[in-house]
């Protein structure tokens, strides 16, 4: 099946630094979505993206959709303690479809 | 509150042995789906159902069945489990309508031994 190419992997920061992962596919896209999962629970969504140029900010993250459709980064600022996590990319085919690909996840681990 | 309701949390049990994770959620939502979590893969979709007796695979759905008789419950069976399907197990539900958020339950951890 398809699979989104997430990076990094695993990120390991202080406190306080920015931080920018990515995701691309050899496949267009016309949703990008930006989850985040906490130990012990599911995926919460962070940030939608519907357009091809969008960038969109939810407190200190932002995150863009490629112009391509085959590509997206989310970015966080000043990074605190709580932001550790796994970061999870998902992309959609067709707005509103059933299908969701997943990106394999960028662990972030926060020295205070 | 909404909810995603997935039971069992933890099960480990032996192979062949068939077992039902059941998937509840009580936000009158279409769409159901069931995504298996393995490390370095993310999460891959099993099987989903866009409303009551409709279901069709997902990228991965050999060695499981689901059934939709009822629009709140998704029960995702494994007949015959083997080794290959320890895994992290996620239960997703949404609206029908496009960008509506989708939302996780907690997860199943199955183990199979």
């Known amino acids: 099946g398809q699979q989104l190419n997430q990076s990094p992997q695993s990120m390991f920061i202080q406190e306080g630094e920015d931080v920018s992962m990515n995701c691309t596919s050899s496949?267009?896209?016309?949703?990008w979505l930006w989850y985040k999962q906490e130990p012990g629970e599911g995926p919460v969504l962070l940030i939608a993206?519907?357009?091809?140029?969008e960038l969109t900010s939810n407190g200190r993250l932002t995150a863009q959709f490629g112009i391509t459709r085959k590509d997206s980064f989310l970015n966080i600022s000043a990074s605190i303690p709580s932001d550790v996590g796994i970061y999870f990319c998902?992309?959609?085919?067709?707005?509103?479809?059933?299908?969701?690909?997943f990106g394999q996840g960028t662990r972030l681990t926060i020295n205070p | 509150e909404a909810q995603v309701t997935q039971n069992p949390r933890y099960l480990i049990t032996v192979t062949g042995k068939k077992l039902t994770v059941t998937c509840s959620q009580n936000?009158?939502?279409?769409?159901m789906s069931w995504y298996r979590q393995d490390p370095g893969l993310g999460l891959r979709q099993i099987y989903y159902?866009?409303?009551?007796?409709?279901?069709d695979k997902g990228d991965v759905p050999e060695g499981y069945k689901v059934s939709r008789k009822e629009k709140r419950n998704f029960p995702l069976i494994l007949e015959s489990p083997s080794p290959n399907q320890t895994s992290l197990y996620f239960c997703?539900?949404?609206?029908?309508?496009?960008?509506?958020?989708?939302?996780f339950g907690e997860g199943s951890w199955l183990t199979v031994v």
């Open positions: 936000m009158n939502h279409e769409y």
């Open positions: 159902s866009m409303n009551v007796e409709v279901t």
């Open positions: 993206l519907y357009k091809a140029g």
């Open positions: 997703a539900s949404r609206t029908s309508f496009a960008g509506n958020t989708i939302y």
């Open positions: 496949s267009i896209f016309n949703t």
């Open positions: 998902a992309g959609q085919l067709i707005q509103g479809a059933q299908k969701l690909v």
